[in-house]
């Protein structure tokens, strides 16, 4: 069966560094376009990013320049990096997996606190 694990979170202070992994399984990862959303407290899902099989990414505007999303399809991986983080990137961010206009499988999430 399709599953996403997500690993890397964690508590991190302001300005500080963190990179996130999803390890997919049960499926072929070359075949989807896999990507990054969040959920921080009492707000709804953000979409951060995106990267197709190809490598060719997508940022959010609000975010670009502080993230960088890559993908590894030897070892069926996706990553992101979180740069200059401040107190408002805190919450829970989930990797998805990207089918026609939609998301069809999400991991369980892995929690990021910045904070001093």
């Known amino acids: 069966q399709v599953q996403l694990v997500e690993t890397g979170g964690g508590l991190v202070q302001p300005g500080g560094s963190l990179k996130l992994s999803c390890a997919a399984s049960g499926f072929t990862f070359t075949a989807y376009t896999m990507a990054w959303v969040r959920q921080a407290p009492g707000k709804g899902p953000e979409w951060l990013s995106h990267?197709?099989?190809?490598?060719?990414?997508y940022y959010s505007d609000s975010l670009k320049g502080r993230l960088t999303i890559s993908r590894d399809n030897a070892k069926n991986t996706l990553y992101l990096e979180l740069n200059s983080l401040k107190p408002e990137d805190t919450a829970v961010y989930y990797c998805a997996r990207r089918t026609i206009g939609t998301v069809d499988y999400w991991g369980q999430g892995t929690r990021v606190t910045v904070s001093s």
């Open positions: 990267c197709h099989s190809s490598g060719s990414t």
